[in-house]
């Protein structure tokens, strides 16, 4: 999908825009923008990362606790960059920190308001650092599966341990003295999941296109062996994100051919070999 548009779309989430009207009612405004003037702060670190890489940004959505930038590079960009934009976010905590100690040796705010502003910046930053996604700490998570695991699986078994994290929540909230806000969040961070689940086979495909367009420049190859039975779809789920792939084809009597993956991916998206063995269409 090519991004038309100059800026992102900007997007309130409905839950949100009922907290707003809630803290109006509960004398508790103050609290809510400082937590969304650090969300916005943490945003823009996000976003203009994103903007120097030239990525497409399809919208900013706000939350009750936070914000999510939408890309269309996810999984589709070097592994470097989408570290980059990812602790881009996590650092502009530490520009917060530091406006914090500057307003604090200048006593222009009262005592609890500046130790307000001090515990959400910490609250959030921490909360944004957990392994679930689609936060910052889930992004590092599947950064760290992929030098390990082939990029679907990676990105499978990240979805996979979101999912079960709300789950343990939910039953957390009954041990607990129940809280609403922690409610709602546990509710967002689990549709974002199962929403992202559904997606899965789009976000497969836009990685893989990536690669059939030629988009991708990696200098590091990494060898796959398969059977001449195995379905080119199957080698697919073996590739690695920021490696080239060279396929040996075992060939019956222990002979081989080789393959670069563009050979694949031309034979699955040009030919239409979809349900081919790789051994049918050599």
């Known amino acids: 999908m090519t991004q038309n548009k100059q800026y992102p779309t900007i997007y309130v989430h409905p839950l949100l825009l009922l907290l707003i009207g809630i803290s109006f009612v509960t004398g508790t405004f103050i609290s809510l923008f400082i937590i969304l003037s650090i969300v916005i702060i943490h945003e823009l670190g996000h976003v203009m990362m994103a903007l120097f890489f030239k990525w497409r940004i399809r919208r900013i959505m706000f939350w009750i606790f936070g914000g999510v930038m939408e890309t269309e590079e996810h999984g589709t960009r070097p ?3 989408e570290l980059l934009v990812t602790l881009a976010g996590p650092v502009q905590h530490v520009f917060i920190y530091i406006l914090y100690f500057i307003l604090d040796r200048l006593t222009l705010f009262p005592e609890s308001l500046l130790a307000m ?3 959400y910046n910490t609250v ?5 650092l957990l392994p679930i996604w689609p936060l910052d700490g889930g992004k590092l998570l599947l950064y760290g599966l992929a030098l390990l695991f ?3 699986k990676a990105y499978h078994l990240v979805l996979v341990w979101s999912v079960c994290v709300c789950l343990i929540g939910f039953l ?3 041990m607990i003295p129940f809280h ?7 509710c967002f961070l689990l549709l974002e999941n199962i929403s992202e689940w559904r ?6 495909m836009r990685f893989l296109l990536n690669r059939y367009q030629g988009k ?3 200098k590091k190859t990494k060898s796959l062996v398969v059977h001449n039975r195995v379905r080119l779809i199957d080698i697919f789920y073996l590739f690695h994100r920021d490696r080239k792939h060279i396929v040996y084809v075992v060939l019956p009597g222990n002979n081989k051919k080789i393959l670069n993956e563009s050979d694949c991916l031309t034979y699955y998206f040009r030919d239409k070999y979809v349900y081919h063995s790789i051994g049918e269409v050599i």
């Not at 959030?124 to 944004?128: A, K, S």
């Not at 609403?180 to 546990?186: A, S």
């Not at 997606?199 to 497969?204: C, T």
């Open 117 to 119: 502003f001090f515990f």
């Open 180 to 186: 609403l806000t922690l409610f709602f969040v546990i």
């Open 79 to 81: 592994l470097h960059e």
């Open 124 to 128: 959030i930053l921490i909360f944004n």
């Open 150 to 152: 082939p990029f679907r």
């Open 216 to 218: 991708t420049n990696y």
């Open 172 to 174: 957390a909230l009954f």
């Open 199 to 204: 997606r899965r086979y789009y976000v497969f």
